[in-house]
C-alpha cells in the first residue's frame, strides 16, 4: 500500500529556512514523479513544485521561483523540498503527492509551515 509520510515543517521566522522531506513506500518510488503542494487556510490547494522520476527535470511555481528547491533520492525513496528566504505568505500545510499509475493519486498527511516573527 501506497503510503507518503512528511517531516520537517515547523515554525520559522521570516527569512529563515526549512528542509521538509517525504518518505514514500508501496510503489516504486524511481519511476515516477513526485509532487509538492501546500494549502493555507482560505485558500486554494497550490501546486509549489514538481520532480521528474529521476530527478532532472523540476518546475516551479513563480511564487517559489529562487526560493524553493525540489530534490530527491530514488535510494532513500524520498522527496525533499528546501525552502529558504520564507515568507508569511508560505505559512501552509504542505503536502507530498504521487500519482503512479492510472487513475491513483496518493498525499501525505502534510506538515505545517509556519512563517512568523
Known amino acids: 500500500q501506497v503510503q507518503l509520510v512528511e517531516s520537517g515543517g515547523g515554525l520559522v521566522q521570516p527569512g529563515g529556512s526549512l528542509r521538509l522531506s517525504c518518505a514514500a513506500s508501496g510503489f516504486t518510488f524511481s519511476s515516477y514523479s513526485m509532487r509538492w503542494y501546500r494549502h493555507a487556510p482560505g485558500k486554494e490547494r497550490e501546486l509549489v513544485a514538481t520532480i521528474n522520476n529521476s530527478g532532472v527535470i523540476t518546475t516551479y511555481a513563480d511564487f517559489v521561483k529562487g526560493r524553493f528547491t525540489i530534490s530527491r533520492d530514488n535510494a532513500k525513496k524520498t522527496v525533499y523540498l528546501q525552502m529558504n528566504s520564507l515568507k508569511p505568505e508560505d505559512t501552509a500545510v504542505y503536502y507530498c503527492?504521487?500519482?503512479?499509475?492510472?487513475?491513483?493519486?496518493?498525499w501525505g498527511q502534510g506538515t505545517q509551515v509556519t512563517v512568523s516573527s
Open positions: 503527492n504521487t500519482r503512479p499509475w492510472v487513475g491513483a493519486n496518493y
